[in-house]
């Protein structure tokens, strides 16, 4: 059964400082993964995507990073900012037959709160 | 450009009535998704429309839930004598194409509470 773990389920981190979160993964045969950010009461909104062959991704003060031989994950986030207080997302594809991207597996996400 | 719009952002409904969940995709995407968030889970996918054709609805519930893309106007998922379960977040996204490796670009989602 395909199953993404992320972990922490919260973390709370005051501003300025630099996080972690991680995410572990079962899914097969893989295609990608992605991390999403989620801002309460909203869509979710899309951070990176990595393939089997990336194992570092950047946007801005988010860093992913892939290692798909073990099967995992971690967004790091750097000088962190009050705004960055949502939940993180790690959302994992499969391959299906006609190269489709939608039948995603995701976590349960990390909620993160930036206090000042 | 706008985003994924999805609209309303909350609907109430009794026991037994109906729910008409909408949404416009990005301009220029002909490709909808619909997800389902229970609380203190992820997103489910429920059902993957192309205009006028439903691709996938393998996680979509037989009874009581459909879903459409006319050619012209919304998408819009369908809850038929909605029951307490039927309570969650309505999430909608869409993408220019199917293939994989491209983002989904998701609205703001549609919270239904049934009571």
């Known amino acids: 059964k395909n199953q993404v773990e992320q972990s922490p389920q919260s973390l709370i981190i005051l501003e300025g400082k630099n996080c972690t979160l991680q995410c572990n993964y079962t899914v097969s045969p893989f295609s990608n993964l992605r991390w999403y950010k989620q801002d309460t009461g909203r869509g979710p909104v899309s951070l990176t995507i990595m393939t089997f062959s990336e194992n570092t991704k950047s946007n801005g003060r988010y860093t992913a990073t892939l290692d798909a031989d073990t099967k995992q994950s971690s967004l790091h986030i750097t000088a962190s900012q009050l705004s960055d207080s949502a939940s993180y997302i790690c959302v994992v594809s499969a391959i299906y037959s006609g190269g489709s991207n939608y039948k995603l597996t995701f976590g349960k996400g990390t909620l993160l709160t930036v206090n000042p | 450009n706008a985003g994924v719009m999805q609209n309303p952002r909350h609907l109430v409904r009794r026991r037994g009535q109906e729910a008409r969940l909408r949404c416009s995709p990005m301009k220029g995407h002909s490709h909808v998704y619909w997800y389902r968030q229970l609380p203190e889970e992820g997103l489910k996918f429920m059902v993957y429309?192309?205009?006028?054709?439903?691709?996938?609805e393998s996680g979509m519930p037989k009874e009581r839930f459909s879903a459409e893309f006319p050619k012209e106007g919304p998408s819009i998922l369908r809850i038929q004598q909605v029951v307490r379960g039927d309570s969650a977040a309505y999430f909608c996204?869409?993408?220019?194409?199917?293939?994989?490796?491209?983002?989904?670009?998701f609205g703001n989602g549609t919270r239904l509470t049934v009571t």
């Open positions: 429309l192309q205009k006028e054709n439903i691709i996938d």
């Open positions: 996204a869409s993408s220019p194409t199917g293939t994989n490796n491209s983002p989904l670009h």
